[in-house]
DNA sequence: CTAATAAATGCACGATTTTGCAGTTTTAAG
DNA sequence: CTTAAAACTGCAAAATCGTGCATTTATTAG
């Protein structure tokens, strides 16, 4: 086994348990505790764990780099995304709200899909630019700093006057009786506006958003045409939003 | 067997076992160990893996990420921009636009200065949307993907209502006769309007883009109040720029 | 086809890296 | 304070590496 390749294993291993034992690395690996040790003390030097007595945890990333962004169960929401690509068709008017599941969502969009694309949060828009056959367009206005996403009167007027073909909503909670809401009174009056917008609306979550519920409603469940999660379209926990008219992919 | 075809060998190893062992390729293809490691040495000079004491593996591929932006000599940057910090003050309203030079000092900006910033690039106002205390408009519009800053007549009419403070300007190139100029049509257009919009203009740049020219102009130098580079202000080569009236910093 | 030239290969040998071990020091917990 | 586990240090054996050089193989010009 190359030196590289245990350190490769090191790294996954603490990623996988937060932290790491030399005694039971050198069981593993089937080498002395020394080269172990001499293995930890390397990569802490090159910052990639910190060393303590007994074994090494992870390095506290200090995330003074704002462009990283962190996606939780990123592996889950691609599974999610996936599936609702088959919604996407050339020369289609799209709009996306915000999210990390749209995140995930704008990464694996086709790089031969043409279309118009309008958002209003700035990480999509970072991802999206890089995009080779997507026209972009960024709508503007005051910044809420912590969702990275515009909002205000500004965002409303150029929202309203948005023709799009599908929209792709994200979701803070869901339930059966108030539909679709929010957490926060501004972001629910764009993403109103951005439904009305549009013909057909879809909405990507995972399956621990359903039966919840934030003070300020956004649309019931009617105005949705298709909602997508992990689960497979037929679970028993979908019964309820799929009487209801919803398309459940 | 050919190089080229143990090459290619290598390769394909080296992506079924995430590694390959100097010792078992000499085996493997019949050669002795000096020629396996002087082909390692080739591809790992040609990028195509990373040779380590006893083999190879697979080169880290770099995060096709597109939040990482990688900002080139950055600490001559840093010193520039940090001239210009003592220009801001509480309650300005600023306009600040694209290129890396601004996006360094957009991560200088003192936490506690109040102001109100407009921008229209977007890793900028990812940054800045990690500040406290500043309010931060984003000025929307069709994304020009590689700048990633937003063009075009939204832009326009946005920025000519806007009555700033003062206004942070990248520069492409700069030279006496023809002043400030661009490499592309549409990003000098709004240049000039964010000029327009503000009572004054400072502009920040290394002393490689001074006498250089682009297509575009964008202004002549009468209409810059301050520039900003990282040689002192008495340098002979700033003489000419002196004379007609700029303040230097 | 032949001769001249360039490229590739294998070998020898000194240099470097890795690894485990023994002895000593440091650490953490009772 | 005591003690056992863990860590560090120096060292030596083994593996791997780089380089110069001779030999073989491939390429090109005439």
Redesign the interface.
């Known amino acids: 086994m ?4 245990r350190h ?1 294993y090191i790294m996954t291993k603490l990623i996988e348990d937060q932290k790491v034992v030399t005694t039971d690395l050198a069981l593993a690996l089937d080498l002395s505790e020394d080269t172990i040790r001499r293995d930890l003390n390397e990569l802490d030097s090159k910052k990639q764990l910190e060393k303590v007595y007994g074994g090494a945890v992870q390095v506290k990333q200090k995330s003074a ?5 962190a996606i939780s169960a990123e592996e889950e929401k691609k599974k999610i995304v996936t599936k609702a690509l088959s919604l996407l068709h050339d020369d289609q008017v799209i709009i996306m709200s915000g999210g990390s599941t749209n995140l995930v969502f704008a990464k694996l969009i086709p790089a031969d899909l043409k279309a118009t694309i309008y958002t209003y949060s ?2 999509i ?6 995009h080779p056959n997507i ?9 809420q ?1 912590n969702a ?1 996403v ?1 909002i205000g009167m ?1 965002v409303i007027q ?1 929202v309203s006057k948005i023709k799009a073909d599908i929209c792709f909503i994200g979701a803070s909670s869901i339930n059966i009786k108030q539909g679709l809401t929010e957490v926060g009174y501004e972001i629910s009056i764009v993403k109103k506006a951005m439904i009305e917008a549009s013909d057909r609306v879809v909405s990507m979550f995972a399956s621990n958003k359903l039966n919840t519920k934030m003070p300020h409603g956004v649309c019931d469940l009617t105005q949705l045409d298709t909602i997508v999660t992990e689960l497979e379209p037929e679970d028993e926990r979908l019964d309820e939003y799929r009487k209801s008219g919803v398309f459940i992919l």
């Open positions: 190359l030196k590289a390749e490769k780099n704002v462009f990283d962004i700035l990480p828009a970072m991802q999206l630019s890089q026209d972009l367009i960024f709508i503007g206005g005051k910044m700093k990275m515009t500004d150029v």
